[in-house]
């Protein structure tokens, strides 16, 4: 398998705080590779370890077989950036945004213009381009900002929460344009986020950091499978002895009631017949059940809560 | 080159498209072009061609829009945020900073050249005698060596304080007290010294003295600094110190 990124033992100190500790992960080429944690995480910390802004404390790290510490120029040349902000110039045109990033990576001047128009006219941003981009909506800047990123075709692109802020239909257009560009090219997309629906959308692989540490890697599907499964029950006369025994069962890791809904959350492949015995054997009344995965985003909640109890 | 004068042209785009106040204009463009191409000539008369009032021009007028432009370079990119997406682009360290610090200097060069030619026009319409005058070579030469000196001179500490600038305003006001306030303690400095050893005084040292010779140990001390200044900007160019925090 070939790796984009490469990472081993990644440390970067600012004084006494650490921002990233001991990190490790590899990420396959042509995937889009989500990373995902909360504010203070060290996401961002990490695109700019990688992009060699920022030298790491420890450890060391590859992109695109080139290391970060003594060739960062030949990173910055082969790869697309959409940082924590747009980065956009406002009072310049959009098309005068993406003619300058496009002579910075020296497309040629004709594949630059039908590149700018490719781009623009995929996006619906066509029609505005000479408009100078402080008049624009937040969701159209984050889409300028994206072609910016993938104008000069990098094999590998980084995105820093490119959803981040957005309203529902921005935020939803952002993504497919992401997946719609992305695919096509079969780049790479190094995708920060806390969002976990775009995530579970976007990514065939995830990473989660809490506190600058990799708490978990794998595929969506993986992640949720590993977190055990959870049981809706609909019915009536659960009462807290009921609960109690239930909570005793072995792998019932949590028990609670929501509204007249019996919520259990299983850990590993726990059978659910003898809970629902159980259950009627002590009176209560089952009118339905329900068993499934946790969603990516009850899975991140879990790892984000463990050893804060 | 080619990504230098990228930057130059991004540089030029911004500065184009910028919207200032007309205060702003008023200050930096209005005023020093109605003192220096059209007063300063129209009072000095023939002096202006052959003497210190040119001169003068030539080292304000550089200094006066380096000031105003060159705070912007790296403080105005991290206060607009813009300065992380360009650090994290192909761009070599070399091409963004002398990018940025050859087009003001160009800038504040050119716009010299130009009041020069403007205050010619007013001296020549002022003070007609049948034919037409113009500047000395020395002067000449002297003026245009003086304004491109103190260009550079000023762009390579504006850089220098634009670089660990967390605002526009903070690198103006920083870059303001350390272009000013030498030249503003020198008088004093030179009053003093006079009075109390008047065989150091400037008319003493100067007296006799070629006046070429010490326009030349002027301007070669000024473009001493400003290599100095312009060197240092490239040595404290470091990216990982670029992202403030």
């Known amino acids: 398998m070939q790796y984009a990124i490469r990472i081993k033992d990644f440390t970067r100190e600012f004084g006494t705080v650490r921002a990233v500790a001991g990190l ?20 961002t910390t990490t695109i700019q370890l990688l992009l060699g802004l920022l030298e790491p404390s420890a450890g060391r790290a590859s992109v695109l077989g080139f290391d970060t510490r003594n060739e960062a120029d030949e990173i910055r040349a082969r790869t697309g950036a959409l940082l924590e902000h747009t980065g956009l110039y406002e009072h310049l045109t959009a098309e005068e945004n993406l003619e300058f990033y496009g002579r910075i990576y020296r497309v040629p001047a004709s594949e630059r213009v039908a590149r700018i128009k490719d781009l623009l006219g995929r996006m619906g941003l066509w029609e505005r381009r000479g408009d100078r981009v402080w008049t624009w909506s937040r969701g159209m800047k984050q889409k300028l900002a994206l072609a910016r990123a993938l ?7 980084f995105l820093d929460e490119p959803t981040a802020g957005l309203d529902v239909v921005a935020a939803t257009e952002v993504r497919s344009e992401l997946a719609a560009l992305t695919a096509d090219a079969g780049t790479t997309v190094f995708l920060t986020t806390h969002n976990m629906t775009e995530a579970e959308r976007l990514c065939s692989r995830v990473a989660v950091i809490k506190g600058g540490e990799l708490v978990a890697i794998g595929h969506p599907d993986e992640l949720r499978a590993g977190s055990g499964a959870r049981v809706e029950i609909v019915g009536d006369g659960f009462a807290e002895t009921i609960l109690e025994k239930l909570r005793s069962q072995t792998g019932v890791v949590e028990v609670d009631l929501l509204n007249e809904r019996l919520v259990i959350d299983l850990a590993g492949d726990v059978d659910t017949a003898p809970l629902v015995t159980l259950l009627v054997s002590s009176g209560a009344r089952v009118q339905e059940v329900r068993r499934g995965t946790a969603s990516l985003e009850e899975v991140f909640l879990t790892l984000m809560n463990e050893g804060e109890e | 080159m080619t990504d230098i004068k990228t930057v130059m042209w991004k540089e030029w785009l911004d500065i184009r498209r910028r919207r200032g106040s007309r205060m702003k204009t008023f200050l930096t463009v209005v005023v020093p072009f109605a003192m220096f191409a059209l007063w300063l000539p129209w009072e000095a008369g023939v002096a202006w061609l052959n003497g210190v009032p040119s001169m003068l021009a030539c080292f304000a007028l550089p200094l006066m ?7 912007d370079s790296f403080a105005g990119e991290r206060e607009r945020n813009t300065l992380p997406t360009l650090l994290a682009s192909r761009l070599p360290d070399s091409a963004i900073l002398y990018g940025k610090a050859a087009f003001t200097i160009i ?25 037409l005058a113009f500047y000395s070579s020395r002067v000449l030469i002297g003026d245009l060596s003086l304004s491109l000196i103190v260009a550079a001179m000023s762009v390579g500490a504006g850089v220098l304080i634009s670089l660990r600038s967390a605002t526009v305003q903070e690198a ?22 006079s009075t109390a050893k008047p065989e150091w005084g400037p008319k003493q040292l100067l007296a006799g003295a070629d006046p070429n010779l010490v326009l030349l140990v002027f301007n070669g001390t000024l473009a001493f600094v400003a290599l100095v200044l312009l060197g240092l900007a490239k040595a404290r160019f470091q990216r990982s110190k670029l992202i403030l925090r």
Do not use: C, E
């Open chain 2, 172 to 193: 103006a006001q920083t870059l303001a007290a350390a272009l000013l306030v030498p030249p503003a303690l020198l008088g004093p400095v030179i009053a003093i010294v």
């Open chain 2, 65 to 71: 829009i380096a000031m105003v432009t060159i705070p």
């Open chain 1, 24 to 43: 490790s992960l590899d990420v396959p080429s042509g995937i889009v590779f989500g990373f995902l944690g909360p504010n203070g995480a060290g996401k």
């Open chain 1, 151 to 157: 104008l000069h075709r990098p094999p590998l692109v």
């Open chain 2, 107 to 131: 800038l504040a060069w050119a716009a010299t050249v130009i009041v020069l030619v403007a205050a010619l026009v007013t001296y020549n319409l002022v003070h007609w005698d049948g034919q």
